[in-house]
């Protein structure tokens, strides 16, 4: 790269449980720079969760379904000699997280229920009983990966 690093940016935690991996998430639920409402969101998710699921904490219920969401490898398209081939690679820590949480946000906004929290709710929920559309994408995106084992040795 020609360039120099770019600077990682400090997320501050949230202000309900001190915790940076809930505002991550909160900043990928965002719409529109409403930051507020993508809390009130993810916090009334959680409530519902609570009440849903009486013997276990909300955070803790959304911590392990993001852990069950969480990608290993994935594949990548790289051209070799005129052919495409899908090369499965590891997953950086910091693009893990990531592809988690979108992940969850995505097929929780597809799923057909009232309100947004209601969704996200039931995703967390699935996702944590490793169930559901985000689990789903995990596992299919690790099947690829071993599928296209043959071709691991064109990475570099």
Do not use: C
């Given at each position: 790269?020609?360039?120099?690093?770019?600077?990682?940016?400090?997320?501050?935690?949230?202000p309900k449980f001190n915790d940076v991996v809930v505002t991550k998430f909160v900043n990928n639920l965002m719409y529109s720079g409403k930051k507020?409402?993508?809390?009130?969101?993810?916090?009334?998710?959680?409530?519902?969760?609570?009440?849903?699921?009486?013997?276990?904490?909300?955070?803790?219920?959304?911590?392990?379904?993001?852990?069950?969401?969480?990608?290993?490898?994935?594949?990548?398209?790289?051209?070799?000699?005129?052919?495409?081939?899908?090369?499965?690679?590891?997953?950086?820590?910091?693009?893990?997280?990531?592809?988690?949480?979108?992940?969850?946000?995505?097929?929780?906004?597809?799923?057909?229920?009232?309100?947004?929290?209601?969704?996200?709710?039931?995703?967390?929920?699935?996702?944590?009983?490793?169930?559901?559309?985000?689990?789903?994408?995990?596992?299919?995106?690790?099947?690829?990966?071993?599928?296209?084992?043959?071709?691991?040795?064109?990475?570099?």
């Amino acid at each position: 790269m020609r360039r120099r690093k770019a600077k990682k940016i400090a997320i501050l935690p949230d202000p309900k449980f001190n915790d940076v991996v809930v505002t991550k998430f909160v900043n990928n639920l965002m719409y529109s720079g409403k930051k507020n409402l993508a809390f009130k969101i993810f916090y009334d998710a959680l409530e519902i969760v609570d009440k849903k699921l009486e013997d276990q904490e909300g955070l803790e219920v959304f911590k392990k379904a993001l852990d069950n969401v969480t990608p290993s490898v994935e594949v990548r398209s790289r051209r070799v000699g005129g052919a495409t081939f899908q090369i499965p690679t590891p997953v950086r820590e910091g693009r893990k997280q990531s592809l988690a949480m979108k992940w969850l946000i995505g097929y929780a906004r597809k799923r057909n229920e009232k309100s947004m929290a209601g969704k996200l709710a039931s995703e967390i929920i699935a996702a944590s009983k490793e169930e559901g559309a985000a689990f789903k994408k995990k596992e299919d995106t690790l099947r690829m990966a071993e599928a296209n084992k043959a071709f691991s040795h064109f990475r570099f």
